[in-house]
């Protein structure tokens, strides 16, 4: 687990729920698409800290590869 800062977000084309974010880790940056439309903005996740789980196997989700995060 690692914490991370969200510096990019943006909706997903074609999504109701899907945010596509840029977490800057420390060590990478990883693409996380996350489904937390209804409950934030784009602009209100800017700069916001999330764990990152590191050690799941990436996964595409609707053409876009995500290096999945929880929590």
Do not use: C, H
């Not at 698409?33 to 990152?52: D, M, N, Q, R």
Request: net charge positive.
């Amino acid at each position: 687990m690692r914490v991370g800062t969200i510096i990019e977000a943006e909706k997903m084309p074609k999504t109701k729920k899907l945010l596509v974010l840029k977490v800057d880790t420390g060590l990478d940056v990883r693409n996380i698409v996350s489904g937390i439309v209804e409950s934030f903005t784009t602009e209100e996740v800017l700069g916001k800290k999330v764990t990152v789980l590191v050690n799941l196997a990436p996964r595409a989700l609707r053409g876009v590869e995500s290096q999945v995060k929880r929590g």
